[in-house]
């Protein structure tokens, strides 16, 4: 679902989407957050990943689901710094806080500490795979949330394109979803200006 949002044909699906976010948002709310909250097989980038998404298509969804990344002191574990997937997927949630979400504040600092470090020189080549540390850049300069769709959507598919585990189907159909639509837009343009 997320790959869809990103690489900007998620329009094609918007009530599928819908209907299935309503079913799984119904089902966490039912059972509880508890996997979210407590479970050991969700790890930093699924549990950023749910937030972000539950957050950006209107549920309410508590940040006690990061509640597990903290020390007992309320500080981020440091040993997250090494994950490198999880921190862009915390600090892209971290700029869906709103007022009073202290956590979130948090997060976005800690998270961006350790980006910058990740993005710098004194990061070791172990982390340093070149397609993560091109997101890594990408995030920095600019959030998700605060990004333009379709510039997004650009940015998406020139990382995908470098994802090994990338599925092809939805490669091409992002690029040329993504090349109908700006001829489509050049074309209102011409009208427009004529």
Do not use: W
Request: charged content about 25%.
């Amino acid at each position: 679902m997320e790959e869809l949002n990103a690489s900007g044909i998620s329009y094609h699906y918007d009530e599928e989407i819908e209907e299935l976010l309503q079913k799984i948002f119904e089902a966490y709310a039912h059972y509880g957050f508890h996997d979210l909250e407590d479970g050991d097989h969700t790890d930093l980038y699924t549990t950023a990943l749910v937030f972000r998404v539950f957050r950006q298509h209107g549920y309410k969804i508590s940040y006690d689901v990061f509640n597990k990344f903290r020390e007992s002191n309320g500080k981020f574990k440091e040993t997250l710094g090494s994950d490198v997937k999880g921190l862009i997927g915390l600090y892209e949630a971290a700029h869906l806080a709103m007022h009073g979400e202290d956590i979130l504040n948090e997060a976005r600092i800690f998270t961006t500490r350790h980006l910058k470090c990740l993005a710098s020189a004194t990061a070791t080549d172990e982390y340093r795979e070149p397609q993560l540390m091109k997101q890594v850049a990408h995030a920095l300069k600019q959030p998700l949330h605060y990004g333009i769709p379709r510039v997004e959507c650009r940015h998406f598919i020139s990382f995908y394109e470098e994802d090994q585990t990338r599925d092809e189907t939805l490669l091409q159909f992002s690029k040329m979803d993504y090349n109908m639509l700006q001829l489509l837009h050049q074309q209102e343009l011409s009208h427009v200006c004529k």
